[in-house]
């Protein structure tokens, strides 16, 4: 009686076919892997450039108001400024379904989050000190920091101290973690004038 079975050579043939197919998913799902990195890494530099670019409005509609002021530290910024809201109903420009206005803005670093969250109030929420709601506009940060910038009559260079009232700029280092653990932190450096405040 004879047994059926696989001779060397049909299991060699086996295994080889099994070690090109795992090497070929291996590539592929190293070089997805890849891409998902990089693909994650430039929506968090656009995050990073649509903040630098939401702020930078911010700081040109800022304005000097008795009842706003501008106050700010290493973490957080709130300045007195333009803001969009909703329509009252009852308003003339109901029909236009929001309005600007006079209100405060104010931009936060939540370190223990690892985010940047701005929110906004308008006249009468400004008034008593209540804000809206958080919009993250930067969900993924290793570290920022605010640094102010103050003129004097007395010296025209930028003084980088606390001053009164607004400063005639604002400059911020932002840091973003790198796509892989290997990879290197980017930081990002940008300075944003105040018009108000020179």
């Not at 299991?11 to 291996?26: D, K, P």
Request: net charge negative; aromatic share 12%; proline share 6%.
């Amino acid at each position: 009686m004879r047994r059926k079975a696989f001779t060397l050579i049909e299991i060699m043939l086996v295994c080889s076919i099994f070690a090109t197919l795992s090497i070929a998913i291996f590539t592929c799902l190293s070089n997805g892997i890849t891409l998902w990195n990089r693909a994650n890494r430039l929506v968090a530099e656009e995050d990073a450039a649509l903040f630098f670019d939401r702020f930078s409005s911010d700081l040109r509609n800022t304005f000097n108001y008795s009842k706003f002021v501008f106050t700010g530290d290493g973490f957080k910024v709130d300045l007195p400024t333009v803001v969009w809201t909703s329509a009252d109903r009852v308003s003339v420009r109901a029909g236009e379904g929001v309005m600007d206005q006079i209100g405060r803005v104010q931009y936060v670093y939540d370190p223990g989050r690892g985010i940047v969250f701005r929110r906004q109030a308008n006249y009468s929420q400004a008034l008593l000190d209540e804000w809206g709601p958080e919009e993250i506009v930067v969900p993924a940060v290793k570290g920022l920091s605010f640094h102010y910038f103050y003129s004097s009559s007395r010296d025209p260079r930028m003084l980088v101290e606390p001053g009164d009232g607004i400063p005639a700029g604002v400059e911020i280092d932002l840091v973003l973690p790198g796509a892989t653990p290997e990879a290197e932190d980017k930081v990002f450096r940008r300075y944003m004038p105040v018009p108000v405040g020179v």
